[in-house]
């Protein structure tokens, strides 16, 4: 018994497997590797000797810059007189209907 002719060639054998490429249960994953184990009990144990851990070096003096300025503050919305502030169902009603207009 002889393979068919695609498989004989060497360029098909080059090729990554696809889902296409074999039967059911084929899972391709993403290269991220396990973090631990499962347990006969059905959970999962970590195992923290397998977690990635990155650092970040010192960025002191470094030339690039972000894209968002520095000089920007964050806004921050002021309710005075109003006890639950932006928790307040009618106050959210009301700024959502004066910037998106009516349906």
Known sequence: MQPTRILQGLKYRKLRLTTKDVNKGFYKGNRTGSMGTHTSYGTYKIDYSKVRTYVC???????????????????????????????????????????????
Do not use: C, M
């Open 57 to 103: 070096p010192d960025l002191t003096g470094f030339k690039l810059t972000p894209f968002v300025s520095k000089t920007i503050r964050p806004v921050h919305d002021q309710f005075p007189g109003d006890k639950l502030g932006p928790r307040n169902p009618a106050t959210y009603l009301a700024r959502w209907k004066s910037e998106n207009g009516l349906d």
